[in-house]
């Protein structure tokens, strides 16, 4: 299967390492051959019709100089040309506009290409839109690696809990904020203080709005209730409330009665709710650090909670890949 990458930022690299390390014991394991013929970064792309020396152009010094690179070229103008099956979208979330990812979705739909992506924007704007037109054009979009990183919710369902009807889902689906606030618990620090520290040490990023005021887990939260729930709404739809105002002593109290302040995600009788609540200290989203919990409320299967890691280059990677995998497999 021939494909294209879109983006050569951290997710991209893991991947495209992964890729380079495992692409015999895929085809072993599966019979299928991965060859990425284009990589695209804003000024231009590395293009090799024949298949990219992936380590190469991941180790390069100087990507420009590279034998492979073409200045200036794009995505959206090449698509036609690249003669790929799928492509991989992995550009910035934007939950404004979900540019650029928006355009490359479509693009390469239009041009008979399956999608991955990792890339929350479009699907938070635009879930029954893009579905609607990949069904139109009978192609797949898979976005295992858009909520709870490495977490495998979306194969899981489909693979694993087929006959289910999800009733509810809760989660934890924002590490920073999962971080930050277990730091105000252990060390009884201040917000604006922990929050420092997480700058400090690589765990929230400068404008930290998008982790702290709730949007992030909502543009989550958004496509876990289209694509599990099957229920039609947008990144509007969520009631927010961010973690800025929870106090040291609040958390303090709520430990004196049993409870920890966690920052939940929530769709429960069609209720879209991103907030600080109360939860148990023996509760399974009692969690430290940065990691991830989404809860499944099923009817067969019954309660589900799966925790793991939501962000990292290698563990982003590992779920774009076995999406990538799967189209493949499904191509064959
Ligand atoms: N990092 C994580 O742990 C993680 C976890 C889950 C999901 N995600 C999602 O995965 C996506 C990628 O994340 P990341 O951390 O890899 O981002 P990143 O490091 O910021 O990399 C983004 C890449 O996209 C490229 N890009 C931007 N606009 C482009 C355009 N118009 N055409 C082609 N390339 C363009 C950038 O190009 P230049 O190199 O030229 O700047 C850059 O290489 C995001 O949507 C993010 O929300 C990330």
Avoid at 34 to 47: E, L, P, Q, S, W
């Amino acid at each position: 299967m021939r494909i294209a990458v879109i983006g050569f930022g951290t997710v991209s690299k893991s991947l495209l390492k992964v890729l380079a390390e495992k692409s015999k014991l895929i085809l072993n394991a599966y019979g299928v051959e991965i060859k990425t013929v284009a990589v695209f970064k804003r000024d231009g792309a590395f293009i090799n019709n024949n298949g990219l020396d992936l380590e190469r152009i991941v180790n390069s010094q100087n990507y420009r100089n590279e034998v492979d690179w073409v200045n200036s070229a794009d995505f959206n103008k090449l698509a036609g040309e690249l003669n790929c099956d799928c492509a991989v979208e992995l550009t910035p979330t934007n939950v404004e506009t979900s540019e650029p990812g928006l355009s490359h979705i479509k693009t390469a739909l239009e041009q008979n290409m399956d999608v991955v992506t990792a890339n929350k924007g479009p699907l938070a704007l635009y879930y029954p839109e893009l579905m609607d037109l990949a069904n139109q054009v009978k192609k797949r979009i898979l976005f295992e690696a858009t909520v709870a990183g490495a977490i495998p919710i979306f194969n899981l369902v489909r693979n694993t809990l087929r006959a289910n009807k999800i009733i509810s889902v809760k989660g934890i689906l924002n590490g920073t904020t999962n971080y930050i606030l277990s730091r105000m618990t252990s060390e009884k620090l201040p917000f604006k203080i922990v929050l420092k520290e997480a700058q400090k040490l690589g765990f929230a990023e400068a404008d930290p709005s998008y982790d702290v005021d709730g949007i992030d887990a909502a543009a989550k939260l958004v496509i876990l209730s289209n694509a599990l729930l099957k229920q039609e709404c947008r990144f509007k739809d969520v009631n927010r409330q961010g973690i800025k105002d929870i106090t040291p002593e609040a958390i303090e109290l709520a430990r004196k009665d049993g409870f920890l302040i966690k920052h939940l995600a929530t769709n429960e009788n069609g209720v879209l709710e991103v907030a600080p609540r109360l939860v148990e200290v023996d509760s399974s989203f009692a969690v430290n650090g940065s990691l991830n919990v989404v809860k499944l409320q099923t009817d067969l299967a019954k309660d589900l909670t799966l925790i793991g890691r939501g962000a990292g280059g290698v563990e982003t990677a590992s779920s774009v890949l076995n999406d990538i995998i799967e189209i493949a497999i499904l191509r064959r």
